[in-house]
């Protein structure tokens, strides 16, 4: 069972930065496709970024400029990296993979609070 852990939410106030990091219990060089969601509270999912198995990387229009994802494969751990936070970017932030054979896997999410 696959299984993806998050970590580096808190509590932060606008303009500061956070980097979140999500480790996978397998390597990470089997997932094709890596990507961060957000979900605020009575929102539906959003996608954040993604980036594939050959660093090609996307973004929401509201991360563009501002953050930034890559994915370490001999850490098996997938980086998000936030600047200049804004109090709309508070949110649930969970981890996404999907493999090869389209098996797609969720972490549980870690909280970023944007306040002053």
């Known amino acids: 069972q696959v299984q993806l852990v998050e970590s580096g939410g808190g509590t932060v106030q606008p303009g500061e930065s956070l980097t979140l990091s999500c480790t996978a219990s397998t390597r990470t060089h089997t997932f094709y496709l890596m990507a961060w969601y957000r979900q605020g509270p009575g929102q539906q999912r959003d996608l954040v970024a993604r980036i594939t198995a050959l660093d090609t990387t996307s973004y929401a229009d509201s991360a563009k400029g501002r953050f930034t994802i890559s994915r370490d494969n001999d850490k098996n751990t997938l980086y998000l990296q936030m600047n200049d936070l804004k109090p709309e970017d508070t949110a649930h932030y969970l981890c996404?993979?999907?493999?090869?054979?389209?098996?797609?896997?969720w972490g549980q999410g870690t909280q970023v609070t944007v306040s002053s």
């Open positions: 996404y993979a999907s493999d090869y054979t389209g098996q797609v896997y």
